[in-house]
């Protein structure tokens, strides 16, 4: 086990939980000072795995053919305009050539995640070094890719209990999202208000559900286990729903050794990639205070259209939200799927009728009679 280096601005300390798979991944943040203004952050909740949108699995026999997505990606974060940075990203564009993983089949393999960290950086930082190391320990990884990775965010949320068990400063949580890419599947599993969207031929396609106190479904599960919403927070103190770590807060995780009303366990979307698929925004909720989905969609393909780097588009996005006011820290990856540039989207010209009134007809008359005389 390899302690975790002091690769990202603010994040280190000699408290720091374990960091097995450091240096495996490629990580980029800013952490340059700004005045501090607004907060948000997170939650947990136990449920089933969520059945793709049926638009999602739409069968488009015209992209069918032999589309093999083409990964790559980038990464940027910013302090933005808080005191600290609590939020942490991964990407991996190669899980095969990183870990060595034998009998994977063909195709990509790939592995990108955002956490969204509150009341301290270590929760955030402690899930984007142990997720990924429970996902490709697991004996069914990749045949029951869903199963497994709910399973790795439960295991990941019980790991930083224990941790927490021997060093009190660790505590805090962190909402999490993680995107997989395995052949032409694109998995994605959220516990929290970070957000996937998938570019879709110009076209934004939300690959995740923000979990907010305001939700009605989330309402129901928070009070059939114990829990309530008060004043837009969950039991009066987190506004989130869902979120690893967080077993300092009393009443949160569990009341009466059953689940309580704050869950680590994820809702999962998978979905078929094919040649109409651009690439996936994954984002914390700095960008999404600021940016509706459709919006950062169409920026970041007019900016990948201008230059095709991923990296590039992550901090124009991050930049584009700090000019916006996003009050939080801000962090996201993009995910291309093709190695050439979105193409121009084709925008039928409407065929627009036109007519004119009796008045106007009365006019042009009189027009052209004055004419003949």
């Excluded at 291309?336 to 004119?356: G, W």
Aim: aromatic share 6%.
């Amino acid at each position: 086990m390899v302690l975790g280096d002091d690769e990202n601005a603010g994040s280190s300390e000699s408290s720091r939980p374990p960091n097995p798979l450091t240096g495996a991944f490629r990580r980029t943040f800013s952490d340059s000072p700004r005045k501090p203004t607004l907060v948000r952050h997170a939650s947990f909740i136990m449920t089933k795995t969520v059945d793709a949108i049926p638009e999602l699995e739409t069968s488009r026999e015209n992209c069918e053919s032999d589309f093999t997505p083409v990964v790559r990606s980038g990464g940027w974060a910013d302090i933005g305009f808080r005191r600290s940075m609590e939020d942490a990203y991964v990407c991996c564009d190669n899980l095969k050539h990183e870990y060595g993983l034998k009998n994977f089949g063909e195709g990509p393999s790939a592995f990108y995640g955002v956490f969204d960290g509150h009341g301290g950086k270590h929760a955030a930082e402690f899930a984007r070094s142990n997720l990924p190391r429970f996902i490709l320990e697991a004996e069914d990884f990749p045949r029951e890719i869903e199963k497994v990775v709910s399973s790795a965010f439960l295991r990941t949320d019980t790991a930083f209990a224990e941790a927490c068990t021997l060093d009190s400063a660790l505590a805090s949580g962190t909402t999490a999202l993680a995107a997989l890419i395995v052949g032409r599947s694109l998995v994605v599993a959220n516990a929290g208000d970070c957000r996937a969207v998938l570019c879709r031929r110009g076209k934004a396609i939300e690959m995740s559900r923000d979990h907010k106190p305001a939700c009605i479904r989330e309402q129901k599960r928070i009070e059939a286990s114990g829990g309530y919403v008060c004043d837009g927070y969950l039991n009066g103190q987190l506004n989130v729903t869902r979120a690893l770590g967080d077993w300092h807060m009393e009443g949160l995780k569990h009341l009466g050794g059953v689940a309580g009303p704050l869950s680590a366990e994820p809702e999962v979307m998978r979905t078929r990639l094919t040649e109409e698929d651009e690439f996936l925004i994954v984002g914390c909720d700095g960008i999404w205070d600021v940016f509706r989905s459709q919006n950062a969609v169409d920026f970041a393909r007019r900016k990948l259209r201008e230059h095709n780097d991923p990296t590039t588009c992550c901090k124009e996005l991050v930049d584009e939200a700090l000019k916006r006011k996003s009050g939080d820290n801000v962090a996201v990856v993009v995910v291309c799927f093709q190695s050439k540039p979105p193409p121009p989207l084709a925008t039928p010209r409407s065929r627009v009728q036109r007519s004119i009134s009796a008045e106007g007809l009365k006019e042009l008359q009189g027009f052209l009679d004055d004419l003949k005389d």
